[in-house]
């Protein structure tokens, strides 16, 4: 392992270090932002309403999905596990909040409470099993996403039932009117921003630097004191809290639909790895993986723009999630 | 997985390092689990056959356990490619669109013609051949994660899929989809014994040769491999176009069976997390090193049974879904105690 | 040491800049799909028509029936319309006989039970079936919309020995029709409905008018409600399933014809997020849309909120007979209509079922009325007590168990 740890786990050493290392992993996970910028340029030019706030609003409430699922996948990543589970996890909240809601307003704030902590109970099994009973993290979100799946569509005889209440679904759709200059400021946009602050408030503190040191070298890790157990299943809570919040939105934005969640996980993954998180854990940024989130968004408003047919969308995002990476890989050989 | 790049080596180190292999081989070999799966195995197909004859189904008829049979070529062709492929430590989750683009390329080259057959076979080999060659080259020599290069490759497969066909594809001819697809001998479809020509062919590659000790060495242990002297990237690219063989086999297995090549066959089938839960359930270590085909086949078996059984029972699908689930974390859970057990 | 830092960034802008040659090049001019393999000729390509080629499905004198048998008044009684039949062609099922009266075991092998409209179905037919005194078991067999799973179901029904008689509904046209043939050699009775197979071997063939006469009501619509040059979205569940093929097809002839501008023609799979999503894209892209046409109504009503998010009035909109369609459309007083895929043609099948297995007689061919739900006879359909998934379509209203067995109160 290179000594130049970019992300260095805090214990032992002086915190006059902080500033610099918080610059360094910055510059190490710039390239990102600059993508980001350069996206956001080239959409303007060819289409100047980008810029302009409503427009701009509208893209970062349909990215807060994605971008909160990032959040989550991250956690979960750098700790040195995979969570394959969001995905269904986002169908079950979708499918449980109509059919439980039923169309009735009454309804809508005990659902929401049950269903963070179904996003909580689930994260918790996923930890228990990949930790306690040793399964690797990837076979038992695996077979967390087959129950899922099929748990929730048992429930509901195949195909999703029932209703969203329109106050519910003002949550994805909605936000503060009145506001001058914007309007409306969208209330996923506002949970954004509270998400990523805590984010990277919790990187900051104790935690977060036990969970990059328990990502990027276990036993040293546990030497040094950390509870890499206990780290790893609350990392798991986090995602499955997360993605709960993430299906909140996603209900609200689109309504009641059985494929929501398809594939989620795998652009949770991609946005992470976008964002310079390695596979394997130890290193990258809460911030660099969210801003994955947004650049893949974007990645796909300017493919859109382009006028590029809807298929290549998808040969064009493994070309650069697999050019993302190696070029990640490269610059770690070359920091050697 | 991290790539390392191999130091230069003498010959006396070369020979110590050589009973080192062969060592790392046997170790791999004996610690396959082959014996609890079948044992599982068994048991779940005892248990369905008491309660499917309870309620008044027939489990142990002939057309019954040939439907089984059946059910379990498809999925067990790519689950021994992806069995060779995590043994190596890696991964490959582009087979699901693998698998969707070879029917679809069998379908487009035969074009309703006896001449094309040939053709479109070797056509579609290649195929297998490259897309495993791109994959191998990204993860040895640009360096990138398994997991992420096959992802990526499935996404460049499956943009290409969508760009090029807009549904079904014609052209699978009739004797094809009857030869391959349907023909039995007695009550064996012939396909079947295509499967078991395929496992007998890796499993012998796996235990006899030389490039089968690399393997389990790599899977092993890449940096003690490197350091001995092996030629991993060569090993890790090789089992990846094994694999990617498997996959377009597949592909062609199923063209027979729909007469046509459709771009949604493999992901509908869910081949990719399927295989790979195959290969686990068989007993092979997700971490490499450890298990092979013989167990993957078991695994494949018991996934065919639970499926057979639920459709006689009428359970709900999505039932199956979640017992799938369960089992798959049970068995790996069982696995991963008995590790500890022996560590 | 700055270069290292910019090479990522210019690296991914080389293969972005790769990808929009590609794109600008290949692209034809809306981002539509052309479906592949031969076209047959359309019937008129006038004016500038950007909608691509025409279906392979196409076939002319299909077409020309559809569209003529709107207008024929179907046999039978019209307040049961899921037993009457346009220009039935009846034959003999005196071989299909049942040794017995009753006791009858009806097997049916169903494509798929994972959207609204088919649950909604399966849950009428499965009522039919229990309300039918000769059949003593119902069994259902669901494919997971996976067409090797399909053909193994069949086979294992066929050689199963159970079976009185198998109905089918088929996942996917092409790659469905060896089993059916393969089943149509046994002894035991075959019936298709819903999508069909391009055989004929079947006892019968269940359908109503077809998907010509669907897509072309509503493009009629949206043809006499939008100005020339109008710029229509064209939305579609997905590709290569006859009869969503035909609904394009000829929905594709009138707008052709009538010279509007049809600005894309985009697959949703079905998903409201995912069609949502596509129409705010257009939106985007293009400023505003004059007209949108849709292949189903399960996603109208996310349609209808992407131009709600966006600000802007709906404009004339097409969908189905889905309860929560029909309800936005009454609420919010849109322009609009409902072309129906009647779904009381789930119960259809287990009648002729019965009729084959008493040795009745069947049309070859089992064509249902299609009726068109338009602003004139909107009230008669929206029911305000059934949930947002109901299809007024059911036909199940005079079954037992109804509302509540749909979901209503």
Known sequence: ?336 | MTVVDPPEQSAGSRAASRSERVAGWRVGVLASPAAPVYGALIGIFILSWIVVTIKGGEFLTVPNIVNMLQRSVALGIVAVGQTVVILLGSLDLSVAQLISLASLLTATTMDGKEANVVPAIALVLALGVGVGLVNGLIITKLRVNAFIATLGTALVISGFIQNRWDGPAQGVTNSFSQDLGYTRFGVIPLSFFLLAVIVVVVWFILRNTRFGYRIYAVGGSEDVSKLSGLRTHRAIIAGHVLCSLTAVITGLFLASRLGAGTPTVGTDGGYDLESIAAVVLGGTALTGGRGGVIGTIGGVFILAVLDNTFNQLELNAFLKDVVRGIIIIAAVAVYARRQEKKA | MTWRRLAGPFALLACCATVAACGTTDDSSSGDKATGGEATPAATEAKKSNTGEQSEFFVQADYDKQLAQRSVTPEGDASKPWTQMIEPEMVSTEKFKSKKSSGWNVCFSNAASDNPWRQNGLITMKAEAENTKEIAKFTVVDAEAKDDKQISDIEAMTSGGKCDAIIIAPNTTATLTPAVEAACKSDIPVLVFDRGVTTDCPVTFIHPIGGYAFGADAAEFLRDNVKEGGKILALRILPGVDVLETRWSGAKGIFDEAGLNVVGVEFTDGDAAKTKSIVSDYIQREGSLDGVWMDAGATAVAAIEAFEDAGQDVPPITGEDQNDFLTKWKDSKLTAIAPTYSNFQWRTAVIAAVKVLKGEEVPKEWVLPQPKITQDNLDQYVKPNMPPLYYALCGCEDLPGFPQKWGGK
Do not use: H
Not at chain 1, 297 to 320: H, M
């Open chain 1, 1 to 336: 392992m290179s000594t130049e740890n970019v992300a260095a786990p805090g214990f032992g050493s002086d915190t006059g270090d902080r500033g610099r290392r918080f610059l360094r992993s910055l510059m190490s996970t710039g390239t990102i932002f600059v993508l980001l910028l350069i996206l956001w340029v080239w959409i303007t030019i060819l289409n100047p309403t980008f810029a302009e706030p409503g427009p701009f609003l509208a893209y970062l409430k349909r990215s807060a999905p994605l971008v909160i699922l990032a959040a989550g996948a991250y956690f979960v990543l750098v700790s040195g596990n995979f969570d394959l589970s969001v995905g269904s996890l986002v169908t079950v909240i979708v499918v449980v909040a109509a059919r439980l809601i039923d169309g009735d307003p009454s309804n809508t704030w005990p659902v929401i409470i049950l269903l963070l902590l179904i996003g909580v109970v689930v994260g918790f099994v996923n930890g228990f099993i990949s930790t306690v009973l040793r399964v690797p993290s990837f076979i038992t979100t695996l077979g967390m996403l087959l129950i899922l799946n099929g748990a929730v569509f048992l429930w509901t005889g195949g195909a999703p039932r029932g209703a969203l209440a329109d106050n519910f679904r003002s949550i994805g759709r909605q936000g503060i009117n009145g506001i001058p200059w914007i309007e409306q400021l969208p209330w996923s946009v506002i949970l954004l921003f509270v998400i990523g602050g805590a984010s990277v408030l919790l990187m900051r503190s104790d935690f977060g630097r036990q969970l990059i040191a328990t990502g990027d070298n276990e036993r040293a890790a546990r030497l040094s004191g950390v509870r890499v157990d206990r780290v790893r299943i609350m990392a798991f809570v986090l995602s499955g809290t997360l993605a709960a919040v993430a299906g909140i939105l996603l209900a609200g934005f689109g309504g009641v639909s059985a494929q929501v969640g398809q594939g989620l996980e795998f652009d949770a993954i991609t946005a992470c790895v976008l964002g310079g998180v390695v596979l394997g854990g130890g290193r990258g940024s809460v911030v660099a993986a969210m801003a994955g989130a947004l650049t893949l968004e974007a990645l796909f408003t300017w493919l859109n723009l382009q006028g590029i047919s809807g298929a290549l969308e998808d040969t064009v995002q493994g070309v650069i999630i697999i050019a993302a990476v190696s070029f990640a890989s490269y610059r770690l050989r070359g920091a050697r």
